[in-house]
């Protein structure tokens, strides 16, 4: 079945995660890309360990449903060939950097002339105007400008990085939707347009709850003002593991009943406890206070043991999982996510699936990630290229 991005033409001048993970989700929708890679391959092909054969892990992760083309457009003959295949897309996906568009020849201002219906999205790292407009950017340099890294770790320690690459992959999302804007857009009026996102105007945006709930608060208290000294989460320990959980909905009587059945009977009515013990678990003033109380109490039972418990009174609770027993577990099978995919090298890796289901425009994986320049010739000779003209090309260094 045809996605729901079937029919529309992306060209992807991007490398690393940022915007291969934009033009991925848009891939998994049904859009075709071409991935326009330099001679030596996107950075990412050499991100690792761990490699499967000679690719990297973190490559074949976003690199799904593209065609691969090698071209070095900082050759006249290159940019030619770029602005040809941009003349029959849709989009431009590009992370240059300000300003190395234009100088490239491939900037909005200059395609837009004799393509007034392409949409065109540039990422960067501190965005396109200000003092650091020019300055590399990876993860780790945006999540310490943009404050993330303050609230990780313990108080007084040095801070710590968040595990995930918060920055790039959302802002490959922003990317992502964007995009879908300005197509929706064209739709609508059968204009273009130039759209634009950072990777730290991405964490600025996710941060704002935060900071809005610290500009005013009537009183300095709640998870967006206590995370800057709340001691890091690592649950509730259990005889076999540790758990997280949390009492939002239980009535009163569900909440005698857990403290009586727990044996803690002398704190129903600390004012602690307040709250059905709202504010004892999870997210509560004074969670990390009696934390040690609901510790003594789960000391004898295992986590399977303290999540059906407190399921039985109406609250929340789930074991600390590692990599494998999430994988093996009965929900995740459910999410349908986990994908083995077969690679050209000759050899299957798993992965993460489009995490949308779409009845009637499903997102699926069509194709393995490319090897470096595996569709060149493919897409060269729809623009009328033959064998010759590639060979020309191949001797002198514009196509790999």
């Known amino acids: 079945m045809p996605g729901a991005l079937d029919g529309f033409t992306i060209v992807d001048f991007t490398q690393g995660l940022c915007g291969p993970f934009a033009s991925m989700r848009l891939a998994d ?49 290159g940019r030619k060939i770029a602005q040809q295949l941009i003349a029959r897309a849709d989009v431009v996906l590009e992370d240059f950097g300000p300003s190395q568009a234009e100088r490239l020849g491939l900037g909005y201002a200059d395609l837009s002339q004799t393509h007034e219906t392409l949409v065109y999205c540039a990422i960067s790292a501190f965005g396109e105007e200000g003092p650091l407009r020019d300055q590399p950017g990876s993860e780790l340099v945006v999540q310490a400008m943009a404050d993330y890294t303050h609230s990780l770790g313990k108080i007084g320690e040095a801070p710590v990085r968040l595990g995930t690459d918060v920055a790039s992959l959302n802002t490959g999302i922003m990317a992502s939707q964007a995009i ?48 800057y000294t709340r001691p890091p989460d690592e649950g509730y320990k259990t005889k076999d593991g540790h758990v997280y959980f949390g009492l939002r909905r239980g009535s009163s009587e569900d909440w005698d009943r857990l403290m009586l059945t727990l044996g803690l009977t002398d704190y129903i009515t600390d004012p602690r406890f307040q709250g059905f013990g709202r504010e004892a678990t999870s997210i509560g003033r004074y969670a990390p206070e009696v934390k040690p109380i609901w510790e003594r109490a789960f000391q004898q039972l295992t986590n399977a043991e303290v999540v059906k418990l407190v399921h ?76 010759a003209d590639l060979q020309q090309l191949r001797a002198a260094g514009v196509v790999g």
């Open 312 to 387: 039985e009174f109406r609250g929340d609770a789930v074991p600390f999982n590692d990599y494998p027993t999430l994988c093996a577990h009965p929900q995740v099978a459910e999410l349908d996510i986990l994908k083995d995919v077969d690679h050209p090298a000759g050899e299957s890796f798993r992965t993460i699936g489009p995490v949308w289901h779409l009845a009637d425009t499903p997102a699926e994986i069509k194709s393995p990630p490319p090897t470096l320049g595996q569709h060149t010739d493919e897409v060269l000779s729809g623009l009328g290229m033959n064998a």
């Open 29 to 77: 929708a049904g859009a075709e890309v071409i991935k326009i890679e330099p001679l030596g391959g996107d950075t990412a092909r050499t991100m690792g360990p761990p490699f499967i054969q000679d690719e990297s892990a973190v490559f074949l992760s976003l690199n799904r449903n593209k065609k691969s083309v090698a071209l070095d457009v900082t050759t006249p003959d």
């Open 180 to 227: 879908t804007a300005g197509l929706f857009h064209r739709v609508r009026k059968g204009e273009g347009q130039r759209v634009a996102v950072s990777m730290l105007g991405t964490l600025l945006h996710m941060r704002g709850i935060m900071w809005t709930s610290m500009t005013d608060p009537d009183e300095w208290y709640g998870f967006h003002l206590d995370h």
